[in-house]
């Protein structure tokens, strides 16, 4: 037998692009030998995963699951719209989201979480690589949770029940009547998917991107050639129309168009005869922040002609 080495686990690892451990295993399977394997990476369908593995991943699903004061919010992207439409990739994707629900498992966490069928959500997603031929991952997980109260969840457009390209939560804290709660959650939950909250109060707000803002208001305002104290209330009032566009609980409600979020809370609160607390809130929008390449088409048949 062919004495396993770490320069014989990253040649292996080079020609097929597997990880270092299933590498490891696939050479002691082997005994060494090196073909025998590749073709054991090969029928595993980690060598074909490792593969895809750097093609970009922008497409694909959000999920969202909830239970009463509990609920959880999971992205799965893959690299076309085609795959997240077949009811395969759906199904993974609402059994990932469910599991991470009863669990409260975060993105690293879920990897290594067994499904119902044994197989652990890593190990399942690829096997969908292998199975579809497409790069697939696992690129986020949120939690959030009331002590009482209720989640609501809000996915937009809804490709199937709980799954879509933006989805919502929405955490509300009181001892309100919970089906008026989620009636209240779904609304609020609503206005974050179209108006694209940064941060839930002003005390919420980054600040190095607050900091970045008051220096462009600050220069923008000196321009005009006024004294620095009417620079500086200049400054403020521009502040708040920009806490009006990222602070949800500063924001005009899109159902009405004229109360704050603020009111539309406070007002649940005298009309459902206990206070109520918007506690939290998380929104994805599918493939946000990911770099997606665009393929010139005529420039790959040239060079494969070529």
Known sequence: MTEITATLIKDLREKTGAGMMDCKKALTEAAGD???????????????????????????LVAVASSGTKAVIVEINAETDFVARSEQFQSF??????????????????????????????????NLVATIGENMALRRVAHLSVSQ???????????????????????????????????????IAMHVAASRPEALSIADVDTKSLDRERNVLADQARASGKPEEIIAKMVDGRLRKYYEEVVL???????????????????????????????GFVRYQLGEGIEKTVDDFAAEVAKMAS
């Open 93 to 126: 994707v609402l059994a990932s989201a469910k599991v991470a629900l009863e669990t409260g498992a975060d993105a690293e966490a879920l990897k290594t979480t067994k499904l119902a069928d044994g197989t652990t959500v890593e190990a399942s997603l690829t």
């Open 149 to 187: 109260g209720i989640v609501a969840s809000y996915v937009h457009n809804a490709l199937a029940p709980n799954l879509g390209k933006i989805g919502v939560l929405v955490a509300l804290e009181s001892s309100a009547d919970a089906a008026k709660l989620q009636e209240l959650g779904k609304q």
């Open 34 to 60: 090196m073909d025998a394997a590749v073709d054991w990476l090969r029928k595993k369908g980690l060598s074909a995963a490792a593969k895809k593995s750097g093609r970009v991943a922008a497409e694909g």
């Open 249 to 279: 609980m500063e924001q005009i409600y899109v159902v009405d168009g004229e109360s704050r979020i603020a009111q539309v809370v406070e007002k649940a609160s005298k009309t459902l005869g206990a206070p109520v607390k918007l506690t």
